[in-house]
């Protein structure tokens, strides 16, 4: 059994400004390349297929566009969880009629745990799906009233699981793993730290395929995975090598996991130096086309600066000026903004424009405040 392993496209994605939707194209058409030369079983999409939970028409059309070359096409059965960036419902529109064709799509918490289940020469291989949900829809779906966070959450799900003795078994899962490393691009799945997931609730499936974090990394062992986003959504990912998943499995369940590079149409890149040295141009066979952050390290006033870089980078999206940034000083929440949490920030400013600190309770009743609003704005019709 052969399957591509994949998850975060964030159809419809802006990074500063800039629509991605070009690029997001440009990419899935390298991983239907990839696709028609390895010739899977299956590919698995594990969740913010899209952006937001109203993605815009073109985002729509991409993704169809795409699910129709792989189903009608290549025949290929394709299963796909929501995230915490897609809207459940819509994505369980039509699932019904979808799943006939060979396009599973899970976008709503059930209350019971069925599998997608395909055949190659060994036997059965059973495909289970666990879209993101909040743990209060858990609580209500399942009418268990104990679960106070993430991990209770996804145990109870995974409870109602009905296993066949000596299943290969492989898990679809949205999730954040204790451990693992975030960057600034993820929207957080709740408030407090209570959304950290134990990488041991996954140890009865032969490999759990992960999407969420944007790095590709395992999590609590080589069966466990996160394959990364599939484009670099913020620079904070400059440093990210992007890939897909090619999982094979053989007749007692042990996976060999090959990671492939998609080639990109723009990278995202970080470069740093003093403005004469910036207009000489790219070197090292770097690309002048590049979506890119410039740290300048000129100290003195500079007029149009952002005009004359794009002169040579057409595609700058934003430059710092680190020694404007050192020190701090009042009015500035402590290190780098783009590197807090919501929380930090409020504490920060609450702090500036009253001279004390957060208490607990203040913080406690922020955290319930925003939980709830980022729950309504899954649903929310507005970008």
Known sequence: ????????????????????????????????LFIRDCNPDALLICGDVYDRAVPPPDAVELLDEFLSEMVTD???????????HDSPIRMDFGAKVFSRQGLHVFGSVTEKFLPVILHDAHGAVSFYSLPYAEPALV?????????????????????????TPGERSVLLAHAFISGCEEAESERPLSIGGVDCVNASVFSDFHYVALG??????????????????????????????????LVEFDRDGT??????????RRDVRRISGF????????????SRDDYLLVSLLDQTPILDVMGKIREIYPNTLHIERPHLEAGGGSGRAPGDHRKLSDADLFAAFYQEVTGNELSQEQAQAYDTIVSALRQKDRESAIP
């Not at 052969?2 to 390298?30: C, K, M, P, S, Y």
């Not at 290549?74 to 915490?84: K, Q, R, S």
């Not at 679960?147 to 296993?163: N, P, V």
């Open 1 to 32: 059994m052969r399957f591509v392993h994949t998850a975060d496209w964030h159809l419809g994605r802006i990074l500063h400004g800039q629509r991605l939707i070009e690029d997001q194209a440009h990419a899935l058409g390298q991983l239907a």
């Open 74 to 84: 290549l025949n290929l059965t394709v299963i796909a969880i929501a995230g915490n």
């Open 139 to 163: 609580r209500e779906k399942l009418s268990c009233e104990e679960l106070t966070g993430h991990e209770s959450a996804i145990k109870a799900m995974l409870d109602t699981r009905s296993r």
């Open 212 to 245: 969420h974090l944007h790095r590709p990394q395992t999590a609590g062992g080589s069966q466990i995975r996160y394959s990364g986003s599939l484009l670099k959504y913020s620079f904070s990912e400059a440093d990210h090598k992007k890939v897909v998943h």
């Open 255 to 264: 996976c060999q996991v090959d990671s492939v590079a998609l080639t990109v």
């Open 275 to 286: 403005l004469t040295d910036i207009l000489q141009g790219p070197a090292n066979g770097e």
